[in-house]
């Protein structure tokens, strides 16, 4: 089983970007991804989170407003949308999911503690 994120780039402030991350390999279904961030010297932030038996979404306070996450099961693809970007947005960003169902607004405010699958991680820059 694996997540592989993408999409991540170079935008200006008060742009928007769109990163993706695509599950493969699991055999039921995955339960759930949730989207983290880390900048350099800085701990992991949990960022946003989507859940796939009710569609039920969380955001970290930082994001609220500004990001929106969704998912396209036909693709078994999960999509965060970033807009309004601000420099204190640019992190490496990665998604992460468990092979058990879990509460979005648990793993993203324990920062993830807990998933075992992770993506490799796809870097967001916002600069101008």
């Known amino acids: 089983v694996q997540l592989q994120a993408s999409g991540g780039g170079l935008v200006q402030p008060g742009g928007s970007l769109r990163v993706s991350c695509q599950a493969s390999?699991?055999?039921?279904?995955?339960?759930?991804i949730a989207w983290f961030r880390q900048a350099p010297g800085k701990e992991r932030e949990g960022v946003a989170c989507i859940e796939t038996s009710d569609g039920n979404t969380f955001y970290a306070d930082s994001v609220k407003g500004r990001f929106a996450v969704s998912r396209d099961d036909a693709k078994d693809t999960v999509y965060l949308q970033m807009n309004n970007l601000k420099p204190e947005d640019t992190a490496v960003y990665y998604c992460?999911?468990?092979?058990?169902?879990?509460?979005?607004?648990?793993?993203?405010?324990?920062?993830?503690?807990?998933?075992?699958?992770w993506g490799q991680g796809t870097q967001v820059t916002v600069s101008s």
């Open positions: 992460a999911t468990d092979e058990y169902p879990f509460p979005c607004v648990v793993v993203v405010k324990s920062k993830g503690t807990g998933l075992d699958i």
């Open positions: 390999g699991f055999r039921h279904g995955y339960k759930g």
